[in-house]
T-cell receptor, first 113, second 113 residues
Framework: DTGVSQNPRHKITKRGQNVTFRCDPI?????LYWYRQTLGQGPEFLTY????????KSRLLSDRFSAERPKGSFSTLEIQRTEQGDSAMYLCASSPSGQETQYFGPGTRLLVL | AQSVTQLGSHVSVSEGALVLLRCNYSSSVPPYLFWYVQYPNQGLQLLLKYTSAATLVKGINGFEAEFKKSETSFHLTKPSAHMSDAAEYFC???????????FGAGTTVTVRA
Protein backbone atom coordinates (compact mmCIF):
# COMPACT_ATOMS: atom_id res chain seq x y z
CA ASP A 1 0.00 0.00 0.00
CA THR A 2 1.76 3.09 -1.23
CA GLY A 3 1.25 6.36 0.56
CA VAL A 4 0.13 9.72 -0.75
CA SER A 5 2.48 11.01 -3.44
CA GLN A 6 2.97 14.55 -4.65
CA ASN A 7 4.77 15.95 -7.67
CA PRO A 8 6.88 17.87 -8.09
CA ARG A 9 8.58 17.94 -4.70
CA HIS A 10 10.08 21.34 -5.39
CA LYS A 11 9.13 24.12 -7.77
CA ILE A 12 10.85 27.44 -8.36
CA THR A 13 9.03 29.91 -10.54
CA LYS A 14 9.02 33.57 -11.39
CA ARG A 15 6.31 35.89 -10.22
CA GLY A 16 3.41 35.94 -12.66
CA GLN A 17 3.90 32.41 -13.94
CA ASN A 18 1.34 29.62 -13.55
CA VAL A 19 2.17 26.43 -11.68
CA THR A 20 0.37 23.11 -11.26
CA PHE A 21 0.88 20.50 -8.59
CA ARG A 22 -0.34 16.93 -8.58
CA CYS A 23 -1.44 14.71 -5.73
CA ASP A 24 -2.06 10.97 -5.93
CA PRO A 25 -3.97 9.78 -2.87
CA ILE A 26 -3.90 6.37 -1.28
CA UNK A 27 -5.88 4.00 -3.44
CA UNK A 28 -9.59 3.90 -2.59
CA UNK A 29 -9.46 6.95 -0.33
CA UNK A 30 -12.55 8.95 -1.21
CA UNK A 31 -11.55 12.18 0.50
CA LEU A 32 -8.68 14.36 -0.60
CA TYR A 33 -7.49 17.53 1.10
CA TRP A 34 -5.12 20.37 0.23
CA TYR A 35 -3.32 22.42 2.87
CA ARG A 36 -0.77 25.22 2.71
CA GLN A 37 2.06 25.55 5.20
CA THR A 38 4.19 28.67 5.45
CA LEU A 39 7.49 28.79 7.27
CA GLY A 40 7.11 28.44 11.02
CA GLN A 41 3.37 27.83 10.88
CA GLY A 42 1.05 24.88 10.99
CA PRO A 43 -0.75 23.74 7.85
CA GLU A 44 -3.86 25.70 6.87
CA PHE A 45 -6.81 24.08 5.14
CA LEU A 46 -7.42 25.08 1.52
CA THR A 47 -10.01 22.71 0.08
CA TYR A 48 -11.28 19.16 0.03
CA UNK A 49 -12.93 16.69 -2.29
CA UNK A 50 -15.28 13.79 -1.74
CA UNK A 51 -14.63 11.70 -4.83
CA UNK A 52 -14.73 14.23 -7.70
CA UNK A 53 -16.88 16.78 -5.90
CA UNK A 54 -15.16 19.79 -4.34
CA UNK A 55 -17.18 20.18 -1.13
CA UNK A 56 -15.46 23.01 0.69
CA LYS A 57 -13.06 25.84 -0.08
CA SER A 58 -11.28 28.06 2.40
CA ARG A 59 -11.25 31.82 2.10
CA LEU A 60 -7.49 31.37 1.62
CA LEU A 61 -8.23 29.92 -1.81
CA SER A 62 -8.33 33.08 -3.89
CA ASP A 63 -9.63 33.11 -7.45
CA ARG A 64 -6.05 32.56 -8.66
CA PHE A 65 -6.20 29.08 -7.17
CA SER A 66 -8.12 26.21 -8.68
CA ALA A 67 -8.25 22.57 -7.69
CA GLU A 68 -9.68 19.64 -9.55
CA ARG A 69 -10.11 15.96 -8.99
CA PRO A 70 -11.34 14.45 -12.25
CA LYS A 71 -12.71 10.94 -11.93
CA GLY A 72 -12.18 11.04 -8.18
CA SER A 73 -8.60 9.82 -8.33
CA PHE A 74 -5.62 12.18 -8.49
CA SER A 75 -5.99 15.89 -7.88
CA THR A 76 -4.30 18.98 -9.26
CA LEU A 77 -3.85 22.37 -7.67
CA GLU A 78 -3.13 25.23 -10.04
CA ILE A 79 -1.97 28.68 -9.07
CA GLN A 80 -2.26 31.34 -11.75
CA ARG A 81 -0.20 34.52 -11.82
CA THR A 82 1.91 33.47 -8.87
CA GLU A 83 2.90 36.02 -6.26
CA GLN A 84 5.77 35.93 -3.79
CA GLY A 85 3.24 35.40 -1.01
CA ASP A 86 2.33 32.07 -2.58
CA SER A 87 5.71 30.67 -1.55
CA ALA A 88 4.91 27.82 0.82
CA MET A 89 4.72 24.07 1.20
CA TYR A 90 1.55 22.65 -0.36
CA LEU A 91 0.44 19.47 1.36
CA CYS A 92 -2.04 16.92 0.15
CA ALA A 93 -3.77 14.40 2.39
CA SER A 94 -6.32 11.66 1.87
CA SER A 95 -8.67 9.63 4.01
CA PRO A 96 -11.28 6.93 3.57
CA SER A 97 -14.81 8.30 3.62
CA GLY A 98 -16.18 8.48 7.14
CA GLN A 99 -12.80 8.14 8.84
CA GLU A 100 -11.16 11.00 10.65
CA THR A 101 -7.49 10.17 10.10
CA GLN A 102 -5.78 11.96 7.24
CA TYR A 103 -2.63 10.62 5.64
CA PHE A 104 -0.27 13.25 4.31
CA GLY A 105 2.01 13.31 1.32
CA PRO A 106 5.55 14.72 1.37
CA GLY A 107 4.43 18.09 0.04
CA THR A 108 5.43 20.36 -2.82
CA ARG A 109 7.63 23.27 -1.82
CA LEU A 110 6.98 26.34 -3.99
CA LEU A 111 9.34 29.27 -4.20
CA VAL A 112 8.18 32.30 -6.16
CA LEU A 113 10.99 34.67 -7.12
CA ALA B 1 -15.31 26.36 14.88
CA GLN B 2 -12.42 24.41 16.30
CA SER B 3 -8.93 25.67 17.07
CA VAL B 4 -5.84 24.61 19.01
CA THR B 5 -3.13 26.51 20.80
CA GLN B 6 0.30 25.01 21.31
CA LEU B 7 2.17 26.49 24.23
CA GLY B 8 5.85 26.95 23.49
CA SER B 9 7.24 27.16 19.99
CA HIS B 10 10.53 25.50 20.99
CA VAL B 11 11.32 22.81 23.54
CA SER B 12 14.82 21.59 24.29
CA VAL B 13 15.34 18.38 26.27
CA SER B 14 18.25 16.18 27.17
CA GLU B 15 18.42 12.68 25.76
CA GLY B 16 16.60 10.39 28.18
CA ALA B 17 14.55 13.18 29.72
CA LEU B 18 10.78 13.61 29.67
CA VAL B 19 9.25 15.25 26.63
CA LEU B 20 6.12 17.31 27.33
CA LEU B 21 4.37 19.26 24.58
CA ARG B 22 1.28 21.27 25.47
CA CYS B 23 -1.88 21.66 23.44
CA ASN B 24 -5.16 23.29 24.39
CA TYR B 25 -8.21 23.12 22.17
CA SER B 26 -11.33 25.11 21.64
CA SER B 27 -14.33 23.34 20.23
CA SER B 28 -18.08 23.78 20.38
CA VAL B 29 -18.62 20.07 19.86
CA PRO B 30 -16.77 16.98 21.10
CA PRO B 31 -13.61 17.07 19.05
CA TYR B 32 -11.27 14.68 17.39
CA LEU B 33 -7.71 15.53 18.42
CA PHE B 34 -4.45 14.57 16.77
CA TRP B 35 -0.73 14.88 17.15
CA TYR B 36 1.40 14.83 14.02
CA VAL B 37 5.18 14.92 13.64
CA GLN B 38 7.05 16.53 10.77
CA TYR B 39 10.69 15.93 9.95
CA PRO B 40 12.57 18.49 7.83
CA ASN B 41 11.29 18.73 4.27
CA GLN B 42 8.78 15.94 4.80
CA GLY B 43 5.05 15.63 5.18
CA LEU B 44 3.19 14.98 8.42
CA GLN B 45 3.10 11.61 10.13
CA LEU B 46 0.33 10.73 12.56
CA LEU B 47 1.59 10.01 16.08
CA LEU B 48 -1.76 9.42 17.76
CA LYS B 49 -5.40 10.48 17.84
CA TYR B 50 -8.28 10.87 20.28
CA THR B 51 -11.75 10.02 19.03
CA SER B 52 -13.86 9.91 22.22
CA ALA B 53 -12.79 6.46 23.32
CA ALA B 54 -10.10 6.09 25.99
CA THR B 55 -8.85 9.40 27.34
CA LEU B 56 -5.26 8.16 27.51
CA VAL B 57 -4.09 7.50 24.00
CA LYS B 58 -0.92 5.64 23.11
CA GLY B 59 0.81 6.30 19.83
CA ILE B 60 3.87 5.35 17.88
CA ASN B 61 7.48 5.77 19.00
CA GLY B 62 6.58 5.70 22.70
CA PHE B 63 4.42 8.84 22.68
CA GLU B 64 1.12 9.15 24.51
CA ALA B 65 -1.40 11.91 25.16
CA GLU B 66 -4.20 12.43 27.64
CA PHE B 67 -7.50 14.08 26.79
CA LYS B 68 -8.70 16.25 29.68
CA LYS B 69 -12.08 17.78 28.96
CA SER B 70 -12.12 19.87 32.15
CA GLU B 71 -8.85 21.52 31.09
CA THR B 72 -9.56 21.42 27.32
CA SER B 73 -6.09 19.97 26.93
CA PHE B 74 -4.41 17.21 24.95
CA HIS B 75 -0.77 17.27 26.01
CA LEU B 76 1.77 14.96 24.40
CA THR B 77 4.39 13.14 26.47
CA LYS B 78 7.23 10.70 26.05
CA PRO B 79 9.04 9.41 29.15
CA SER B 80 12.51 9.27 27.63
CA ALA B 81 13.64 11.41 24.71
CA HIS B 82 15.73 9.97 21.91
CA MET B 83 17.84 11.88 19.43
CA SER B 84 15.47 10.75 16.67
CA ASP B 85 12.62 12.65 18.36
CA ALA B 86 14.06 15.95 17.14
CA ALA B 87 11.36 17.27 14.83
CA GLU B 88 8.39 19.62 14.70
CA TYR B 89 5.18 18.52 16.36
CA PHE B 90 1.69 19.72 15.51
CA CYS B 91 -1.51 19.40 17.46
CA UNK B 92 -4.68 19.42 15.37
CA UNK B 93 -8.43 19.31 15.90
CA UNK B 94 -11.46 18.46 13.81
CA UNK B 95 -15.12 18.22 14.57
CA UNK B 96 -17.31 15.17 14.17
CA UNK B 97 -18.57 15.19 10.60
CA UNK B 98 -16.24 18.06 9.69
CA UNK B 99 -13.00 16.39 8.86
CA UNK B 100 -10.85 19.32 7.88
CA UNK B 101 -8.04 19.77 10.36
CA UNK B 102 -7.16 22.96 12.22
CA PHE B 103 -3.53 22.93 13.28
CA GLY B 104 -1.58 24.69 15.96
CA ALA B 105 1.54 26.67 15.09
CA GLY B 106 3.79 23.77 16.01
CA THR B 107 6.48 23.04 18.60
CA THR B 108 10.05 22.35 17.53
CA VAL B 109 11.80 19.79 19.71
CA THR B 110 15.56 19.64 19.97
CA VAL B 111 17.29 16.84 21.86
CA ARG B 112 20.64 17.47 23.53
CA ALA B 113 23.12 14.64 23.83
Amino acid sequence: DTGVSQNPRHKITKRGQNVTFRCDPISEHNRLYWYRQTLGQGPEFLTYFQNEAQLEKSRLLSDRFSAERPKGSFSTLEIQRTEQGDSAMYLCASSPSGQETQYFGPGTRLLVL
Amino acid sequence: AQSVTQLGSHVSVSEGALVLLRCNYSSSVPPYLFWYVQYPNQGLQLLLKYTSAATLVKGINGFEAEFKKSETSFHLTKPSAHMSDAAEYFCAVSGVGDYKLSFGAGTTVTVRA
